[in-house]
Structure formats: structure tokens, C-alpha cells
């Protein structure tokens, strides 16, 4: 039994005490293995850090990564509250929740986000909402697909609709999916569990953070027979844990591919979120990307995937190809690689840089027989029905919603979630309705006039390889 | 007779009686079969329904829907404003209408869209006013026309300027006509018969909504021999029903033609109606878009030709068209097809489409022979005489106004039509005389220059069409 | 003597009097022969007209327009500043003149035009401010100059720069022109004699309107003997008075050339001016568009100019030339015809017609033999001398400004249209030497990138002419 | 000794003493000599000069200018921070700074420029701030960036990322140097030495520029044996003080090239610094452009360039160039000249004209021979990491900052310039990182999709050239 007034003597690097779940952790030696950093340790050093711990980290990470000696004690005088986070009355039991408006009554995803933002905290809010330097990327990304012009085909009977699709030769009720997003329960409780959940009702595929705040086991435990989930992988640079949690994800039989995610080998800069830490670290202990924590930069096609052919027979899937030569060696890849997530990382890799709908076209132009090799798809930016149909026009097999789920989770829970994918659902059920299809896979380029953004790609394939490649001699034209 | 608080009682879906004319209606069983939805209905259970009622129903249509059997009696101390609508009385003689500023002072359509939305109720304004998702195609819709530049030739005669033209060989007043648009007793008790009498004054087209708030009957009662009314068509589910309309409008000589409606085979997104909807229903009864009145979404070229080849033999217009490769397909049933319009539904249907502009200027490049084939028309976003010339200099026999026509009756019935309609004939004499031409024939592509939006038009036909089409073997380019 | 009771009573369209010059006049006759209007006499009808009157109307129009019966006497006890306009003393000697900004201080013409909006009553405002229906077309021709850009060329010795240039042979001390521009007295008591005294000191060139409010002797009374004057002509549907005032030009030897107005052979829509008009009607008089004072619509090529070399051998210059193809047929009309300026009216004709830079760029592209053959100047939009320098490499002769004058001479009188001159002159200077050159004529297409423009530029000639020209068999492609 | 009382009078142009440094100056036969012009003398005449006088101009100035006899003696009563300028304490030891946010909190240039315009005194600020005419060519040279979209590859070891470059063959620590800019003492005391002490840290190039506001032996004073400079040369009207300084620069052994300007043989029009000088010019002597300070505007390639070669054999750098066709000659005159800054003076001369970006691919489009013959570097801007790797995937060596550096020395010294340099170089190894390259010389074409800044570009050569070339017969394209 450890007196709370010992545990705040040790409140700095030479000796740093915190409190979690009622027991006293000497985590001084840890300090600088701490994957997000040791100043968020110091902010909470000599208090108790469970609320701001357990948010953020799945349980049995602490036994993972804490050597057992660490464990001082128990906390004498341990409030309640200390044993047990309280995010969820402080968050949903709160005084102007009885007051709030219903989900039923939030018509569109931007009025889910805003419903988000009264909901989350300032560190939730900023983490989600953060984009790299000067959000240019991130507003793209949804305005691009104000350019794409749909061709409406009339006297088609279209009573009928059909929202399914397949990927990786798996049946999904939606077209509709969701991406890795880490830490789900920054937006409410119930976490990734809460988006499992709300998937379910749908049919829907999630793509399980690498960073999810439960463990994976918690988040597929309530799951459908049929539903469809794939996994998250950053390579680490501590490899043998990498392998450690491969060797996990094989023994989920819920996963069903594995998605290495290429787009953000190094931070990019996401001036909000570093506000946000500065206010915040002497307080209350700020929210780091968890990108940073370790990921290896030195990833390469060959050495990397014969890596991971020994490790997993799981299907792979690329996430972040921003480039067609990529997409080509992707493509070159195949059978191994069954699958291209054309992606920015949400506009938090390298601002500015082109939209999924770009890579789209760049591919459609230089080589559309990608899309025969692999199942393409996308995310970023999708806001709207509309939006979903333009990028299946171009051949993506379906399109990811990474803040738009975490805001529907912060606006309600596993309900919040669900009347995301509802709205996303009918809007894009009437779209396609009025476009004159029935089938997912009836879209076309025929239902898109593409013209304005067509002006944006590069019309020879030999300007943008004059130069010499980067991973060696690359072929102009690579034929399969 | 019956008391009120007798009526009173009967306010659920259990039983639900509601007043109209001073008369008593059990309803319950009727609630699911209402074209507009049983909340509607409930909204108003219990209550006198009839100035909901009137304002948005032709009248006969309660006889028409409603079994005779479910007439329980009259309402015992009906109030007299109860069995006549007060709505000119609440509208019209308000204190601040003797304020207001006179029609004559309103120099351009923008302004008349002011004034009327002052006087519009919100449900009217709510209604008449919004557009599909985030409404940008129908901002679009206007916007397009300032990319067109018109090319005025100089020393050119235009002493005589000529606004008169044809459609389907009749002769017309003015090249700018009315659109369907449904419930104008919305904005002003005149309706439908206010927009006609003002036509009669220009030789002006008038197109009758299906959705009309009178009867073709009143509307048409007091035209002169001369004057031309379409008539719209919704297909609806219940075909026997759609066949005993098209019998009555083959009756009415002043009907020259029917324009069937295929750009809305289901319902758009409005969420200005929407969230409107949802503020009413409690209170007062909403206003439901009368498109999802059991509109038939199963419709086909040859199929729904042939079906209505057997109930008329009135020529065929097709609104709705939004492709070069539908037009095509119109073109080929000519000569039942007689016209087609180009239209987006104002927005109101699919949004982010392209615009009427864009469309006339398909057909332009890839398949000009429809223009000798079809009569073809124009709506949407039509603002200013320079909009209408464009239009017609590009191919358009004549431009469609709706919401301004609507704008135009709320803010001062017959005469504030007028006003809307002299507005826009003398701007489009105007523009004409400047462009130094003298009969609307003689407008034509020399006329303007199309090279801003020219550049949003796909220039490879193939790459719209390298996707089967969905009505079969579509041919690359049909020949007439 | 008359006593001003008695004046007061004749105050309507049966019996209308006004004084003007201490003198009572009968107009009731002249009411519907006045160019302006009924109303505006109306306005005035029973009162003193005088200040309303002169500032508008040059001298000597009383008389040519009035029979001498209509002058019944003098007005009793008409009050000194009734005798003699005092415009003077109410605009320039008010004390907050006293505390105004010296025009030194004044850095650009925007600034120029806001102090001129300061300074300009209401209705002088309305009138030179406005443009047609939304202004496009007035914005448009300003910021399409910002989409020109400049390409200096180094190491070019530019302590010289000789801003003189030749306009049909007559040298000009500066490329920058004063446009005819209606009415200046409505700004300043000095009126286009103050603007003429400023061009002097520049060398400048002056095209007097036809509706000036001095009579032309007076303009050119203190002309330095090389200082250049064109005459604006709108044909008269009144044939023999345009005969007499061409013959009274034909005598003025300070007027080189006839400017034959044709970009507004009707009047175009001006809300601000309509607006202003309907407040000032009933109290003061509006100011009326003197375009429309019987200005003759039916002008031809052939017959226009047979008539107007039978009456005048000076010089012809074509005003409101709007498309490549009337400039061929100009050319072909040399060399009577020895000059063309490209314009829309300063965006008061027809709205949203492309600028005149569009149009300079449509000669280079189709007709580029027409800069052989006649000298071309342009105006509209100009701000800054980059623009003029733009406007001179696209193979401008010379630059018009209206509005900036007329700002200028209201901003401060002559001295005030120095300060504008001065600027844009200074401008200019500094423009040419960053680019490299010393003379006028040195201004080429190389100093420009006219790529953003280009785009905007019909690229197939066909397209333009694919219909009959209304001009009868028009050449394809005119060879000189 | 002089007694103030009858310093102060000699305030005028018939008789001006000032005082300096404690000593009593008629300067009244010098004021027409004063290349800064005489009004800004005239505005301290009779008054201590010596903060005004210090901030701007190097030590030795006095003695070189002024005869030694305008001496007149030391003033008697002259108080102890006339002796020595007080600039430092009443700029950094104010109040206000003690509450200032630390450098370290600052995120980005645009921060730095905020902070910098808090510290600044408005003449400093209008200065540093300026561009000419409205400031379109300053937005637009940092806007250009957003066009260029970066192509991130992946699967790229990116562990290693090295900032270092070569320039004229000298190796420098980031590819981002400093651009001169007058006067850095109007920031901050430690001026153009404070800088140079920040570069050392990075192994940054710093070009001194001709006006700088320390001798350039006291800028280099503390230099690193590696640390690179370049020396800025404005040619005088004076042939021989412009040779004079030119040998006093060739025995610092630290400067290794002579960057020659040409973008700015004229002053452009900077209205923010004219309207600032019309503030201050009676009360505390305004800041003049020194650009105007005297400098030739009669440069020609042969004649200066063999000049130049007569008195130094130091490396030519040509600064401003604008257009590909000067490109070509200047390397033409290789190998004297080695190499050539692509620059639009930041905006600070010709508004309007094309960016940098623009000429890097003219060159790329017409004469890519160019970056093989010659060093190419560009300036203005810059703002952000990605905008560096832009410009060098785009062929630049280098990148400069002018404003950027100036405003960081203004924010905190050498610890502001850091700073700066700093937030510059890690978003730029970050972007190297996500793009996947490892060295700046990896950067290529194939990470930049230009596309939409290509539609900018003239698309013919001989568009550009139809006239006579300026400098002669200029070859439509020049082989090497």
C-alpha cells in the first residue's frame, strides 16, 4: 500500500512514478522506450494516469511492454474512479447530453461532424481532425469529387438496388468501409467494438487500426459469421514484435487480409495536433501519433515482402500507393498482393500532394490493366453518396470513411456509426437509382464525366519518368 | 353533425378522422395508401385539415381517393373560415402588403426571388426553394451561363426584334416557357390559373405539372385559342390510374402534348425540405415532395413507349434528358418523341451533375443530327435575358423557368408572373437587338463563344462509352 | 414678368412650364419630342430646371430645340444662383473640401475613383458607375489583364523611355486615351473642357462624346495646336440633325477623325441607374442614358458608310468592334475606314460578353492582316499601366480610359485628370523599362504569356461560323 | 562645441546641419548627392540622426560620402544614447517582449511573419512587407506551389534523409540559402551578422546584399572556414565606386561569387513603403528604397559582362531572370557566368509577371540544355518544406528566402533566423522522406505532377518569338 503523496515525490525523469488501475508503476526506466514519447509520461509523473492511459492503449499492452518488477504496489487511498475510467459519464452522462439533439435528426455527414465536435475533447477533436501543414491536401480530397460530373441514364428500371459488392473475393454488404483509425476510444467507450458493431448491421467491412484502442480479439468478438475484417500492419522497427503480433492476427480467423500501410513511413506535420500538445503536455499528458511510435522507414518491395510471405498467408493489401508506376509494381506483385489501397493517409502524410481520384485517373490513363490484376480502392474525402459512385465509376471496388466513422462513434456510439453508414447507404443507393444502375458493379465510366480533373494528370507518361527511377531500373511501360 | 371534441379524440393511427370543408372523414384506413405518406396525415389527425389540404390538392381529388363511405358528417360549429380556405385573406391582405414595394420596382429575377421569399410561408419557401445535397448543381446551373460569352456583331438592322418561335410546329410568343412545378397554391391562391393568365399575355407555353394543385380544367378554363399547355406525366405505380389522367388530358384540346418526366425516377436528397418536414409535422402538416406520390421507378424505352402509344396519341416530349446517348435514343423513337428537354430537375434530383449547358453542347459534339430529329428544350437556372439567348444560340428551341415563375406568383400572383416574364423578354429583346439579330431563329453558334465550358466536355466519345451500356448493345455513334 | 405662383401651377403634362436662365418656358409641346424623356421634365415641371438642366446639356441646345414661342418672359424675382448655375460653389467649395486628401496623395486609380465617389453626387455616381444587369462584363475587363503576363527580358538598357506612339498617322505624346464618355459636367463644373486641358499637357488624345455637356468649340477652345481630338457619332434616327452636327465637326479643325459609336445601337440594362432614376424622378430630375436619345438602330455597313463619306472625308474609326469577323469586314472597308477600337462599352452594352483583350487575342488568332491594315486601340478595364503595356503587346495602338477620367475630373478638375494621367503614365514608364523596352513600338507578343487567355479563345474558326452569317455570304476567311 | 539650440537652426535646404554619432554635419551641399534623395535628410535637418541614420547604413558610409570638413564640431550637450544608438534596448528590452511566446512555439513561416510584424516598427514593416503595385506577383509566388503536386513513392528506405547540396560546385548544408535584402538592422541590431551566425549552424549560403546595413567584413567577421557567401552587386551610374567596392569584395576570401542583379534596373511601384514615406517624411525621415540608390539602368550582356571581367575573377551568378530566352543567353556566356537566379525581386518589381515556377518549366518545356550549362536557383515564396522539394524536383539547386530569413531576424535575432531555418529544413527532410528520396539530387520530375501549371505555359516557341528579338537576331532556339 503506497500513499499517494509518495507516488507525486516522483514526478521527473530521475524518478518517475505513475498510477494505473490503483497500482503504483516505477516507469522510469521505461521512460525512453515509450513509443509516443517520454514527455507524455512526464506530464502525468506522480499522478495517477489511468483515464489518460486507458483511452489510448488496448488492455495487456502495460504487461506487454512493463517488466513485472515495475509494479510498486497498490495505491492506498485509490478513488473509485482511479480504478475504473469515468470517460463515459463524464463524457455521455453529461448535463447538456439529456438536451442534445437526436442522431435521427442529423441529416449529412457534415452535420454528424459537427454533432462530433460538441462532443469530443479538445485533444480527440484536434487529433482527429488534424491534417499535415495547411489542410490543403485534406479539403481536396473531398472537393475533387465536386469535378467529377455523373451521367445520368434514363427509362432504366431501378427499383431494385444493390448495394453489395466483393473484394478480395469476399461477399460486403456495402461498398462502404472503414479505415484504420487509431485509438476509437479518444470518440467514445465503446471504441472500435462500437464501429464492429455498427458494421454488422451492414454487412460492412473495418479495417482494424494497428493502433486500435482495444485489443483485436475485443473488437471482432461479437462478430457475424459473414463479416469481413482485415488488419492493420505498420512494420516496426522492433521486428520481432512485429512478427509477435502477426503471428496473433493469423490465429483471428475474423481477418481475412493483412494491410500494410506504405503512406506514412515518417510523421507528417500536423500543426493542430502539436498545438494541441504543447497547451496540454505540462497538464494532462497529450495524445502523440501513435505512427511515431517505432515504425520502420526502411521498408522496401522485395525485401520486405519476402518478410512477410514467411510470416502470414494471409492476403496482402498495400494501403497508401499514391503514384501508377507504384500501383504497377504493386501489381507485379500479385498473387501475394491482391489489393491496392490508393490513399494520402486522410491528407496527414505529405500535404499537397494529389487525391485518390487522381490515382484513379493516372491509372485508368497509363495502365488500367492494374485494375484487372488487383482489387483497387480508395479513401479520403468522401462526404457524400455522390462521391461514393464517382470513385466506383472509376474502379474502385469500394471506398473507405476513416474521420467520418470515428465522428459518427463520438456523435452516438455504435449508433452514431450506424447512422453514418445508413446516410452514406441511402444516399448512395440514390445515386446510383438515378444514375440508372442496380448493381454495384454495373457503374461505369459511362456515368462519369471526368473531364475536369483529366486536365490535371499528366498527359505523357514520359514526363514524369525522364528521370532515372528510384528503385533502379524501372520499366517505361510495364507489361504483364 | 359532429362536435369538435369528438373529432378531437380520433388523433392516431388507431383511429384518425380529420375535418375538411366543414365535413368529417375517418381517414384511418386511407392513411397508408396516402401518396404522400401517413404522417402527413397523422400530423393533422384529430384537427381541421382543410387549409393543409386545399392548398396543395387540386380539388376532386378527395372524391377521387377516398371511399364515400368514410364521410362521417359535418362538423357541428364549424367555423366559417373553415369551409372556405383563408389563405388569400392571411397571405395577401396582411397589414405589411400595403407597405410593400411595388412589382413595377423589381428590376431583375433575383429581386422578385426576394420579395417572394418575404411573403412565402417557410414550408412554401422550404419547398420551392431547395435543391439536392449540398445544391450545388443548382447553383451550377446558373453559374454555367456567365462561361459562355456572347459575340455581339456590330451594323446589323435590329430596329425589329421578333421573340416569337416554335415548338413542335406550334407557334409560341416567347421563347421561354413554364416548367412543371407542382403546388403553386403554395405561394399564392391564383395557383396554376394565376400562371396561365399571365402566359395568355405573352403567347407564352405553359407545361401543367402532374402535381398540380388545381385541375388541367381550371387551369386551362380561361385561355385563349391560341395559348399552348403541355401536360406532365408521372408514370405512377398504379397504372390504371395514370391511364384514367392521360384519358382526361387526351380530352382537353388546349393540351398539345405530353411531357413525361424521367429525370426523378426516385426521389433526390432535400434536406431543406427535410429539415422543414421535420420542424412541421408535429405542428401543421408537412409538405412531401409530390414526385414520391408512387412513382413508377421501372420504366423502359420500349416498354413504356409502347404502353402509352396505346393510351394517346398525342406527341411525346421527354424531360429529363442529362446524355448525348439518351438523346440519341430519343432521337431513334422520333417521331413519337418529338422533343426532348434537357434538364437536371433544377438540381432537385441527382446533385453535382452537369448542366442543360453542358448537355446541349454533348449532343453538339457527338451527335448534332438530333437537333434535326428533335424539337429540344431547355431548364434550369435561367436568371437573365443574356441566359436565354445562350440557350437558344447553342440549339435550345426555347428555355423553361420554374422556381422563377413560382417567385414570380408568390410575390404578386397573375401580375407578378407578368412582371417575371416582361423582366426576361425585354432582357432577352435586349441581348438580341445587341447581338444584332432580329428573329430568335436567326441565334446560332457564331453567336457565342463555348470554349470555357467547351473544355469541360469529354473529347473522346469513347471514353465515355468503353462500358457496355446498360441498355444493351448501344451503338458508338447511331445513325439516323 | 412672370411670378413663380403662377409658374408653379403649370405642373403637369397638360400644361408644363420650367425655368431656366431666370427665363419661363413652355416645353409642354416638347414633352414627348424630348430625347431624355417626358419624365424628366415632368419631374421639374412648375419649378426652376436650371442646375438640373446645365449640368447635363451644352449650350446652344435650348435654342436648337426649342421654338423661340416657347419662351414666355422672365421670372420675377428668380433668385441670383437661378440665373447662374451654382453646381460650382455646392460641390467644390463645401467645407468638407476644405479637409480633403491632397490628390498628390492619391497613389492609384482606385483610390481615384474612391475619392471621386466621395465628391459625386448620388445620381453622377449611379450613372458612371453602373453597368449591365450583374457587371461581369465590367469586372471581367479589368481582371482579365491579371491573366496576361509580363515576361521582362535583362540586360536591356532602359534609362530611356519614349511613351509616344501614332495613332492614324498623328503623334501621340502618350498611348493611353481619353474615351468618349457622356456628360462631364455631371462631375465637375470644368466638364470636358478640364479634361482637355489635362490632355494637352500629356499630348494625349481626347474622343469627345457626342453627348458632351460643352459644346465642342468650347472643348477644343484652348487646344494646343498638335493636341489630337476625335469625334464620338451616334447616328440619329433624326437623319438631318446628325447631318448638321457632322458638318458643324466637319469645321472644327482640332477634330482629326469620326468615331462612329456601333457597340450600343440600344440601350443596355443599368439597375444602378434605373434605381437611381426611380428615387430621383418625382424630386429632382433623373439622369437619363443619353444613348437613348433617339439613337438610330438600323445602321448597315454598305448604306452607313456610303451616307456618312458623302457628308464628311475625314478619317472613320469604328467603336465597339466585338469579334474577329466585323474587324475583317472593317478592314475591308479601309481605307475609309481607318481604325477600329475594341470594346464592350465599358460593360454597359451587353454583360458577360468576352473583353477586349479576348478580342485581340481572336485577331491574332484568325485575322492577323487586319493590324495591317488598320490601327486598333482598345479600351475597357483599364487600372494600371501593366495593363496598358499588356494591351500595347497584344498590338494595341493606344489604351482608352472613361471612368478613370471622369473619376479623375471629378476627384479634383483638370488637376485631378492630370493626377490620372500621371500615374498611369508613370506606370506605363516603369513598365516598359522592367521589360526592356524604350519605345512604344517595341511592345511585341514576346512580352507577354498569353497562355491563360489563349484557352479561353474559340481554337477552331469553323466552330464561330458554322452558321450563316447574318451578314449574308461571309467569307470563311477574309483575304485582303 | 556645439550648443543644439543652434543645430536645430539649420532646418532647411538653404542651410542643414544633422548630427551623427555625437558630431555636429552640414550636410547642404550633400543633400542633392544623397542617392536616398534629399527629403529624407531634410525631414531630420537640424535634429540628431543617428538612430535613423544607423539603422540603415554600414559603418564607414560617413567617411566615404562626406567631405571631412562638413564637420563642424561635437555637439555639447549631446545626450549619452545619441552617442550610441538605443535602437537595441528600445526594440528587444521592451515591456511587451518579456510576455513574448518563445521562438520555440512558433510552427511555421507564417507564425514567424506574424510574430515579426508584432516586433517590427511600421516602417520596417512596410518595407520588408512590399510589393509592388496590388501585390499579385508576391501572392502568387508562394500560391504557384499549390499547383505542383508532389508523387510520393513507396516502399523506399527513407531512414537517411541528407539535406546537403551543391552549388558552383561548393557544398553547402541545406538547399535553402538566404536571399539578399537591404537593410536586416531594420529588423533587429544584430542585422546581416545575425544571420550569418544562423547559417553557420546549418551550413547555409547567405548572398550579402549590396545595401546591406553592415560592411561585409562585419558580416563574415565570425564565418565558418566552410560557410559560403555571395556577394550582391547593383551596378552604379558611378562606374568607379561600383569598381571600387567590387575589389574591396574580391580580397574577402569568404565571398565566393558575385551575384549580379538585373531583375530591378528600374524602382517598381511599392505603395505600401510610398504611403509609408508620405507619413513619416516630415516627422523622422522615411526609408527609401535603396534599390534607387543610383543604379544603372543602361546594362547590356556584352558590355557589362566584359566590365565585369576586367575586375574580378570571381564566379558570375545573373539574379532575375525571367524568361527562358534569357536563360539560354546567359548560359551562353558560360563559363563566366556559372550560374542564374530565377527571380521576380519578390514581387518588388514588375506586378504581374509570371513566378518562378513558370520559368523553371519554360526552360524545362524550351531549353532544358539550360540546367546542364548553368547552376539554377530560385527565390520567392517559399513557405513551406514541400515548396522547397518542389523547386528542386523542378531542376533548382537551391532555394532562397528573403522576407522568411528577415522576419525570423526580426522575431528573435539569430535565435529567429534559426528558427526558421530550422521549421525549413525539417519539412523539408520530411518531405523528402515521404516522396522516398534520400538525397536532394534524387528529386526529379517524376515527383512533381505539373500538369497544371504546364496549361500555363506558352505551348509554342515561336508564339513567344514572332517579333524581333530586343537584343537582335535571337536564335529561335540556341544549341550549345
Redesign the interface.
Known amino acids: 500500500m503506497i500513499e499517494p503523496s509518495e507516488v507525486a515525490k516522483h514526478n521527473s525523469a530521475d524518478s518517475c512514478w505513475v498510477v494505473l488501475y490503483g497500482k503504483v508503476y516505477d516507469v522510469t526506466n521505461f521512460l525512453e522506450n515509450h513509443p509516443g514519447g517520454s514527455a507524455a509520461i512526464l506530464a502525468l509523473a506522480g499522478k495517477d494516469a489511468t483515464e489518460e492511459y486507458d483511452t489510448i492503449h488496448p488492455s495487456g499492452l502495460l504487461e506487454e511492454y512493463l517488466d513485472p518488477k515495475a509494479c510498486l504496489g497498490v495505491l492506498s487511498a485509490s478513488a473509485p474512479e482511479a480504478a475504473e475510467p469515468t470517460r463515459i459519464s463524464s463524457q455521455s452522462a453529461s448535463k447538456e447530453a439529456s438536451e442534445e439533439t437526436p442522431l435521427s ?1 442529423l ?2 455527414l457534415a452535420e454528424i461532424e459537427q454533432a462530433a465536435k460538441r462532443k469530443l475533447s479538445p485533444k480527440g477533436w484536434a487529433y482527429y481532425s488534424s491534417a499535415t ?2 489542410s ?1 491536401t485534406k479539403i481536396h480530397n473531398n472537393l475533387i ?2 469535378s ?12 431494385e438496388c444493390d448495394l453489395s459488392t466483393r473484394f478480395l473475393g469476399l461477399k460486403l454488404g456495402l461498398p462502404i468501409y472503414i479505415s484504420p483509425a487509431a485509438m476509437a476510444r479518444l470518440a467514445h467507450p465503446q471504441g472500435e467494438a462500437g464501429i464492429a458493431a455498427a458494421c454488422r448491421k451492414f454487412g460492412a467491412m473495418q479495417l482494424i487500426s494497428h493502433n486500435a484502442s482495444m485489443t483485436t480479439q475485443q473488437i471482432v468478438a461479437n462478430a457475424h459469421p459473414d463479416q469481413i475484417f482485415g488488419w492493420q500492419l505498420y512494420c516496426l522497427k522492433d521486428v520481432k514484435r512485429s512478427e509477435k503480433r502477426i503471428a496473433e492476427i493469423n490465429s483471428i480467423k475474423e481477418i481475412k487480409f493483412i494491410c500494410l500501410t ?8 500536423r ?1 493542430i495536433e ?2 494541441q500538445k ?1 497547451e496540454e503536455l505540462r497538464a494532462a499528458g497529450a495524445v502523440l501519433s501513435p505512427q511515431v511510435w517505432g515504425t520502420d ?5 522485395e525485401r ?1 515482402l519476402n518478410w512477410l510471405r514467411m510470416h502470414t498467408s494471409l492476403p496482402i493489401v ?1 494501403k ?4 501508377y ?2 500501383a504497377i ?1 504493386a501489381a507485379k506483385h500479385a498473387p501475394q498482393v491482391r489489393g491496392i489501397v490508393l490513399s ?1 493517409h486522410g491528407g496527414r ?6 487525391t485518390p481520384v ?1 490515382v484513379l485517373l493516372e491509372i485508368r490513363r497509363f495502365c488500367p490493366e492494374v485494375f484487372d490484376r488487383l482489387d483497387v480502392i480508395v479513401d479520403g474525402g468522401i462526404q ?1 453518396g ?1 462521391d461514393v459512385v464517382k470513385a466506383l465509376a472509376l474502379g474502385a471496388k469500394a471506398v473507405g470513411i476513416g474521420r467520418a466513422a470515428l465522428y459518427g462513434l463520438a456523435a452516438g456510439g455504435q449508433s452514431g456509426v450506424e447512422r453514418t453508414l445508413q446516410i452514406l447507404a ?2 448512395t443507393a ?2 446510383m ?5 442496380q448493381h454495384v458493379d ?1 457503374l ?3 456515368h462519369v ?4 480533373v483529366d ?5 505523357s507518361e514520359s ?9 533502379g531500373a524501372f520499366p517505361a511501360r510495364a507489361k504483364f
Chains 1, 2, 3, 4 share one sequence.
Open positions: 435528426s441529416l449529412n501543414d495547411d490543403i469529387y465536386r467529377i460530373l455523373p451521367r445520368p441514364r434514363v427509362f432504366i428500371d431501378c427499383r506504405l503512406d506514412a513511413p515518417f510523421p507528417g506535420k500543426e502539436e498545438r504543447m522507414a526502411s521498408l522496401t518491395w520486405t498495400l497508401g500507393i499514391q503514384t508506376e507504384d509494381l494520402n502524410a505529405l500535404d499537397t500532394v494529389s487522381h457524400r455522390t441511402d444516399e440514390t445515386a437509382r438515378l444514375l440508372g444502375v454495373q461505369s465510366l459511362q464525366n471526368t473531364r475536369l486536365s490535371q494528370i499528366s498527359d514526363s514524369m519518368l525522364n528521370a532515372e527511377s528510384v528503385e
